[in-house]
């Protein structure tokens, strides 16, 4: 519509509820332009309400239209009473159109391209380990059967032959557990999402079971030998391993230390965000505490351990692994038994439940996140269990 709109001038009444204004200078055909609006009760309030100007289509007929529809819902009880409410019921079913068609287009997304499109691009934060686990897995294991099928078609049918694969492979348990987890973690994003309802068909799934408990552990004889190399070759390593072995650390607790967790005075050190996030205290042998003091330079503030490109380690060195392997590995098949950098939390455990150490304080002292992970040592104090069915014996 062109021209600059004028006040209009004056109100006509056209028939029972409707009038009109007419415009002091607009023209629609050789008449004003009108401006239309009707007059009526709604609820036992008088209401005016806007229809429209004559020259944006509307004409004495429709308002005519309009208003009866009005009445007609008043009368009966059904439908909206006024204009307002009509055009936000026109809304609410306009909006509830646009669901129904989402929700459509979202049912038939298949799990193959909702991964290559909105899961696999979302995951460009996991560590370059993760993520080749995860790409390696999709295509040999999950592609296969999952790629063509819509989330709704997906059953623990669908997942048993996904398991079946695996094990005819071979494959570990911990495997079959992992590529279970991948799925569950797409299901879930796509619950999230709207785009797939109800319970992950994973959770219909018998996963496999195995005793992954650490057995191996490190002799006093075997740390020196370790610790003896380490310095030899890799002085920074030697130094996290004293962590690993007299703390209890986890690799990525003493990747993360920076020098305000560590509190000489009363020989702490502050293990913020670990792997079961709530935040705990270690405690510095006095070769721990010796070392430290001697890593530090007044004033510092930032990582205790920095690798040789000046960043946070991500990953234990090639060299504490090749020195492992070098001294106990070498002709060991069983992962459980193979000495890693977790061999050292491990031993720390193991040392401290052997000198008769409670469970509870070795829990609290690892930060477990329940006793269940602290039982699996309490094999290495038998006298205590001897001592506890002793008192069985008295009379």
């Known amino acids: 519509m062109s021209g600059k709109k004028a006040k209009p001038q004056k109100w006509i009444k056209l028939d029972q509820g409707i009038r009109c204004l007419e415009h002091s200078t607009r023209k629609h055909g050789v008449k004003p332009d009108r401006y ?10 008088e209401r005016q309400e806007p229809l429209g100007w004559a020259t944006e ?71 370059k380990g993760s993520k080749v686990a995860e790409s390696s897995h999709w295509r040999t294991w999950l592609q296969p059967v999952l790629a063509d099928k819509i989330f709704s078609e997906i059953s623990a049918e669908d997942l048993e032959k996904v398991k079946t694969a695996l094990m005819k492979a071979d494959r570990s348990p911990a495997t079959i557990k992992y590529v279970m987890a991948v799925v569950s973690q797409v299901w879930t994003m796509a619950f999230r999402a709207g785009i797939v309802t109800g319970v992950c068909p994973v959770k219909q799934v018998a996963l496999p079971k195995r005793d992954n408990r650490r057995q191996r552990y490190l002799s006093k004889d075997e740390v020196e030998k370790l610790f003896t190399e380490l310095a030899d070759r890799s002085p920074k390593m030697h130094d996290m391993a004293i962590l690993g072995l007299d703390c209890g650390l986890r690799f990525g607790e003493v990747a993360n230390l920076e020098w305000h967790d560590i509190n000489f005075g009363n020989s702490q050190i502050l293990i913020r965000n670990p792997k079961t996030k709530v935040n705990r205290y270690a405690f510095m042998t006095r070769r721990a505490k010796t070392m430290l003091e001697d890593r530090y330079t007044p004033g510092a503030s930032d990582l205790l351990f920095l690798d040789k490109n000046g960043n946070k380690y991500i990953k234990v060195s090639k060299t504490f692994s090749r020195i492992a392997d070098k001294l106990f590995n070498m002709e060991v098949t069983d992962p459980l038994m193979r000495v890693s950098f977790h061999t050292l939390r491990h031993t720390f455990a193991s040392w401290l439940v052997a000198g008769g150490t409670s469970l509870y304080v070795v829990k609290e002292l690892m930060g477990h996140a329940d006793f269940a992970m602290t039982q699996r040592y309490s094999h290495l104090s038998p006298d205590s269990m001897k001592a506890a069915i002793n008192i069985m014996e008295k009379p």
């Not at 239309?36 to 309030?45: C, M």
């Open 36 to 45: 239309f609006v009707l007059r009526f009760t709604a609820d036992g309030i």
């Open 57 to 127: 289509g509307m004409t004495l007929e429709k308002a005519r239209i309009q208003l009866a529809q009005l009445k007609e819902a008043k009368r009966t009880g059904k439908g909206a009473k006024t204009l307002k409410a009509q055009r936000e019921l026109a809304k609410a079913e306009q909006k509830a159109q646009e669901e129904a068609v989402l929700k459509n287009q979202r049912g038939k997304i298949t799990f193959g391209s909702y991964w290559e499109k909105t899961y696999w691009p979302a995951q460009a934060h996991k560590a």
